[in-house]
């Protein structure tokens, strides 16, 4: 027994042994790690397709997803692999994916990736308006898109008290507006600002849609320039509310002032009649 230990010893501390043993592992490990990488190379992997040509901005249903088996080699770029990370997403705005073709990361985004997707989701008789904002009014870029805000105006109001002597301007500051959902928040070069988080960018505009008749009150009070006019958002807590309200008039006097110092048009009349 003792000289059977003594002949394994001898036999693995015998470099030419151990050379030997050393060039078998290597060989060894050369053949499997080959081998795998020839199987990874040409054992077919399942990825999704485009069954028919699909326009951009549309919704990708699964209707138009086929399956098809493809040499790894061909994964090339953001191959998107799985069929459930295409379907009900969107064709980017500025791509058309033809028809037999695979899905790639950037061709298939969110909704709210789509540049122009405010116009897909606002009440019929709604019109968009858009507001210029920047850091301070957004409240350090707080307002995002489904938020809720309130619409405040600020005017200089010359109150002529008799004389030249003693005419005034006071500030008059209201909620003009209540209940506004914002649709979307760009930046100054029209990219969503919440679209890549890891690039940050800085609000410019953010997209509502209200009633025709506000629509037209905003606008008339953005250009009473000579009243230095600031409308000014307001974040509230509405979309937290299980039934958020819809839009409405907050004061009549802010109102009655913006068409006082405007021209009327006879539709504008016909309304408040």
Do not use: W
């Not at 209707?63 to 994964?75: F, H, N, R």
């Amino acid at each position: 027994m003792n000289n059977l230990v003594v002949g394994i010893k001898r036999f693995f501390t015998n470099k030419n042994t151990v050379t030997v043993i050393g060039v078998l592992l290597a060989i060894v490990v050369l053949y499997v790690g080959y081998n795998m990488r020839i199987n990874q190379a040409i054992n077919p992997v399942t990825v999704p397709y485009a069954k028919q040509t699909i326009n951009p901005g549309t919704q990708i249903t699964e209707d138009m997803i086929g399956t098809m088996e493809i040499p790894p080699s061909m994964l090339r770029g953001d191959v998107i692999r799985n069929k459930e990370n295409v379907v009900d997403k969107y064709v980017y705005s500025d791509t058309v994916i033809p028809e037999g073709s695979l899905f790639y990361g950037r061709s298939v985004v969110e909704k709210e990736q789509l540049p122009a997707n405010v116009i897909l989701d606002y009440p019929k008789g709604y019109v968009l308006y858009n507001l210029d904002v920047d850091m301070a009014s957004t409240y350090s870029n707080s307002i995002y898109p489904g938020n809720y805000i309130d619409i405040y105006l600020k005017v200089m109001n010359r109150i002529d008290e008799g004389s030249t002597a003693n005419v005034a301007d006071k500030i008059m500051v209201g909620k003009l507006l209540e209940n506004v959902k914002v649709l979307a928040v760009y930046d100054s070069e029209g990219n969503n600002v919440f679209a890549n988080l890891e690039q940050k960018t800085s609000p410019a505009q953010i997209i509502f849609a209200v009633p025709e008749e506000y629509h037209i009150l905003l606008r008339k009070a953005s250009y009473l320039r000579a009243y230095e006019s600031e409308i000014i958002p307001v974040p509230t807590a509405e979309s937290y509310e299980e039934t958020p309200g819809d839009v409405q008039l907050s004061n009549e006097d802010l109102k009655t002032f913006i068409n006082t110092v405007t021209a009327m048009t006879e539709a504008d009349m016909q309304t408040q009649q």
